[in-house]
């Protein structure tokens, strides 16, 4: 059993809450607009394999909100400091909707130390006339409703009391993402430009009835960068790793294993 | 006292069976049911009720800006303040306001504004709003830098009317190279600039401060919340900035109808003042209303706690009870408009004579009677028929 430990890091004044656990090479985890929901099944079962690092991005959750971050592009480019600052090497980066879009800002930058990319019901590219979901016209408590097949997982959501905390920090989630996704809706008109820089091994997964990102981006996806392969995860919303983290946590390691051993 | 006459301009024909499949008249009803030809007679009738309210006295005419609804049909009301500056006589012309943030290039409206007011030698007043919720969808600004778009838009426009140009401006949502607005203003150093509000305590403090000293408007709201408004703008200049507003700094808007008598008063705007407020208004979703960073977190807290949203269902009577709008027979609104301005003490009326499907001939009336019978009087309250600030006592109201 590989729990995780909680700690503030401190990336040039910016200090991040940091979620670590497991041991093995190096996975970092980059979330997407709502938040961390906390250590979840799938986060425990890839620390039995990986040395998993799962931290709120800045202005999100209980990570600082440093002056300078105004865009998408300055996320990717702490997201480089980030890796230099821990001199991390050979990390499986795996990035879920906003955290997708997120990944792929930061390898088109960089992949010196990148081993291998996940992207699951990633946001940062348009298909024409397929629009992502507006998730900022939705009503929230919908919202909580479209991202899961299983209503089971949406009932809990919602029926949860919050805290003073996760309520504050809900409301800052939302205006974290309104500023780096606004306006285009949650892409970058010039990311597709550049996607080839990604080369590492890229894996794109998604759930066949994700209502947010619709399935069509993970073939667009598959198709537009090198070699990528696409999984598609049965029964599965916006969210497979919460919804159905083993099949989840199998293909992702699967994946690695296979391609970027 | 100096009193405007405002308008909305809303769409007033709206076919009512809309709501059969839309919640609301904002953002996402249909265009078709926008019918050009009855726009084309709404406007010209609009226009032409502003400028009888110019002609019989009244200090002033005011427009605003709305974006893709039925409730305002003035997404740009640079177009209808430049329709009424030919015919408005010495009248004010009140653009309250126009959402300079809300645009890319807020210089185009600092130009179109100086045009406004070298046309009419100076009868300009130039308001700044962020504009509501759902202007944050139509017009694709992001609501998370909308205070820092607001304010540097303002500094903008601010030094293109007073610095001799050209200069380069170098904010961080707005850049430009060469500032040199031809034409500058006719009043120097430029048209006054009102801030009109639904109640935010960031707008208050940030129109308060001595480098502005804007006048502050509250929209209409329960007289309640307009008196509490108004004294936090007296009370944060007073206690944060140590000096004492004058009333000159105060406006208020409400809507108002008079009639022969107060039974025909309400009998007459009933079903017009309902349609405005339950049809017009409600029912924007809360995610419209209030997108995210538009407010600050702890206001968003607050209405996300109470699920707000304008729910509609509010009868006439409520709403003179509530003193959100002001009805009756002359003597009786002159009373409650007079008693209004003993306690609140602003020195800048509006009053909206035209609501909902009010239509022509009861607006023309309306305003013929308000013109006659209420207008001069209130005309004539001046510092000593207002009770004054006690720093005190409105913090003991609170």
Redesign the interface.
């Known amino acids: 059993m590989a729990d995780c430990t909680e700690s503030k890091i401190d990336i040039r004044g910016c200090k991040v809450h940091m979620r670590r656990g497991g041991s093995g090479e190096p996975a970092l985890f980059l979330h997407g607009a709502s938040g961390v929901a906390g250590w979840i099944p799938a986060f425990q079962s890839l620390a039995e394999t990986y040395d998993l690092m799962v931290p709120d991005h800045p202005t999100y959750g209980r990570s600082d909100e440093p002056e300078w971050l105004?865009n998408m592009d300055d996320l990717a480019m702490f997201y480089l400091d980030l890796l230099d600052e821990m001199d991390l090497d050979g990390v499986h980066v795996i990035g879920n909707s906003l955290g997708g879009w997120l990944a792929m800002e930061i390898a088109v930058r960089s992949c010196i130390r990148i081993k291998s990319l996940t992207l699951i019901g990633s946001a940062g590219i348009r298909i024409k006339g397929k629009p992502i979901t507006d998730i900022?016209?939705?009503?929230?408590d919908d919202l909580v409703r479209e991202i899961f097949v299983d209503q089971t997982f949406a009932d809990n959501i919602l029926n949860m009391k919050l805290t003073e905390e996760q309520?504050?920090i809900q409301?800052?989630n939302?205006?974290?993402?309104?500023?780096l996704g606004?306006?285009?809706r949650l892409f970058n008109p010039n990311l597709r430009k550049w996607l080839h820089r990604i080369i590492v091994p890229t894996h794109v997964i998604w759930g066949d009835s994700d209502k947010i990102v619709d399935p069509v981006y993970a073939a667009e996806l598959g198709k537009v960068i090198a070699g990528a392969q696409v999984t598609i995860i049965e029964q599965a919303g916006h969210l497979p790793h919460i919804e159905k983290p083993q099949p989840f946590v199998d293909a992702v390691t699967g994946f690695i294993q296979t391609k970027a051993a | 006292m100096k009193v405007f006459a405002f308008h909305l301009m809303p769409y007033g024909a709206l076919d009512m069976s809309f709501a059969e499949e839309y919640s609301s008249v904002w953002l996402k009803l249909p265009n078709s049911y926008f019918d050009p030809k009855i726009g084309h007679e709404l406007y010209n009738r609009y226009l032409d009720e502003l400028e009888l309210a110019a002609e019989l006295g009244f200090d002033g005419v005011c427009v605003n800006e709305h974006h893709q609804n039925a409730y305002g049909l003035m997404p740009s009301p640079v177009v209808m303040a430049s329709a009424l500056a030919a015919k408005t006589g010495d009248a004010k012309i009140a653009i309250l306001g126009n959402a300079f943030g809300l645009r890319e290039h807020p210089q185009t409206l600092a130009e179109e504004h100086a045009m406004i007011d070298c046309i009419t030698g100076g009868r300009l007043i130039t308001g700044m709003v962020r504009g509501v919720g759902c202007e944050?969808?139509s017009m694709?600004?992001?609501?998370?830098?909308s205070l820092e778009r607001h304010t540097e838009a303002h500094d903008l426009v601010v030094r293109a009317w007073t610095e001799a140009g050209p200069f380069a401006f170098e904010g961080?949502h707005y850049h430009f190279e060469y500032v040199n607005t031809w034409p500058r203003p006719y009043q120097q150093p430029h048209p006054p600039i009102w801030c009109p509000s639904q109640g935010s305590t960031e707008t208050i403090q940030w129109a308060a401060h001595p480098d502005r000293k804007y006048t502050y408007l509250q929209t209409y709201s329960a007289f309640a919340s307009v008196l509490r408004y108004l004294n936090m703008y007296r009370d944060v200049a007073h206690n944060m900035y140590g000096y004492e507003a004058s009333s000159e700094q105060i406006a208020w808007c409400t809507p108002a109808y008079v009639a022969e008598t107060d039974q025909q008063a309400i009998d007459e705007a009933r079903p017009h003042i309902e349609m405005m407020f339950n049809t017009l208004l409600p029912k924007i979703?809360?995610?419209?209303f209030v997108?995210?960073?538009y407010m600050s977190?702890a206001s968003?807290?607050q209405i996300?706690?109470h699920k707000a949203t304008l729910r509609g269902g509010q009868t006439i009577e409520d709403m003179i009870e509530r003193g959100v709008i002001a009805v009756g027979s002359p003597d009786t609104v002159r009373d409650i408009l007079t008693e209004r301005h003993r306690q609140a003490g602003f020195d800048h009326l509006l009053l909206m004579p035209q609501f909902g499907t009010l239509p022509a001939d009861l607006s023309e009336k309306n305003i013929c009677l308000l013109a006659t019978e209420v207008v001069p009087a209130l005309k004539a309250l001046g510092e000593s028929d207002y009770i004054g600030f006690e720093p005190a006592a409105a913090a003991a109201a609170e």
């Open positions: 105004d900022f016209m939705m009503d929230p309520t504050d409301i800052r939302r205006v974290a993402t309104a500023r606004w306006q285009p | 944050y969808f694709g600004a992001n609501p998370a830098f961080k979703s809360q995610s419209m997108p995210p960073g977190a968003m807290k996300f706690a």
